[in-house]
């Protein structure tokens, strides 16, 4: 009967090991592509549990790997994200706070807003200072230098799922009243062109008011494809050593 109990124990073991993302309030990680002006690129997941929320924002422009060949300008920075559809929920107020890693010093000047616009009307979006401002902003890691604008603080992201430098997601992290499932709501994703004056917003649902159709595509973002892969092969190699290691033990 010892064996039957061993195994028990580690299949409970392996369900408290593995990371929780289904549960009643909503997690949701996708990656879009498109734009309205020009072609850009970004990885998302949002996870809500209560009144908190997490937006994990990576900018992938110019990342060809991770975009499956579509030609997005790598200088792109991201300065707004907008949510709507989402049933009447809103942010709180000044309960915005954002990490990664950052190029140049100076204030987050990212902030909260109900009711807000990105490129249309949202339910609320969290957007840097005016709607050209790129202080703040996330910028891909594989602009070069020409692509980036001088003397800017930027948030950035490396260019591929393997960093070269430890930059990593960009992340928003806030609070909501009402409930929110992430799932059942759209997204809207803003992106100036470095230093030029052109924008482009990238949208997953049909635009309120006018029923304009996404302009986006969304597919699993690689990033997260990447950490399923990886827990996959570590999860195989593990038991590789536990067989190894059984038989050992029956040779001795």
């Known amino acids: 009967m010892k064996k039957p109990v061993r195994f028990a124990a580690l299949f409970g073991a ?3 090991g593995l990371p929780a993302a289904a549960h009643a309030d909503g997690f949701r990680s996708y990656k879009l592509c498109g734009g309205d002006t020009f072609a850009t690129c970004a990885a998302v997941t949002i996870n809500v549990v209560g009144s908190d929320v997490t937006v994990r924002l990576w900018n992938l422009s110019g990342n060809s790997a991770a975009t499956y060949g579509t030609n997005t300008y790598a200088g792109t920075i991201f300065n707004g994200i907008g949510f709507y559809n989402t049933n009447g929920v809103s942010a709180v107020i000044g309960t915005l706070s954002t990490s990664g890693t950052k190029l140049g010093g100076g204030p987050n000047t990212w902030r909260l807003a109900n009711n807000a616009t990105v490129a249309f009307g949202v ?4 957007q840097t200072t005016g709607s050209q401002n790129l202080n703040g902003g996330v910028a891909s890691g594989c602009a070069s230098n020409s692509q980036l604008p001088a003397n800017h603080n930027l948030w950035v992201n490396p260019c591929s799922g393997v960093s070269s430098n ?8 806030f609070k909501i009243t009402g409930n929110w499932d992430p799932n059942t ?12 004056p ?23 973002p690689e990033p997260v494809s990447m950490t399923l892969l990886a827990t996959g092969l ?19």
């Not at 430890?166 to 992290?173: E, I, L, R, S």
């Open 14 to 16: 392996l369900a408290l």
């Open 198 to 220: 052109n924008a482009t917003e990238c949208w997953s649902g049909n635009v309120p008011g006018t029923n304009t159709p996404s302009n986006c595509t969304t597919v699993t």
């Open 123 to 126: 339910d609320f979006r969290t």
């Open 166 to 173: 430890a930059a990593d997601w960009v992340t928003f992290q």
């Open 234 to 252: 570590a999860g195989i190699g593990g038991m590789g050593a536990f067989r190894r290691r059984k038989q050992k033990q029956n040779v001795a």
């Open 185 to 196: 709501s759209d997204i809207v994703i803003r992106g100036l062109n470095g230093p030029g």
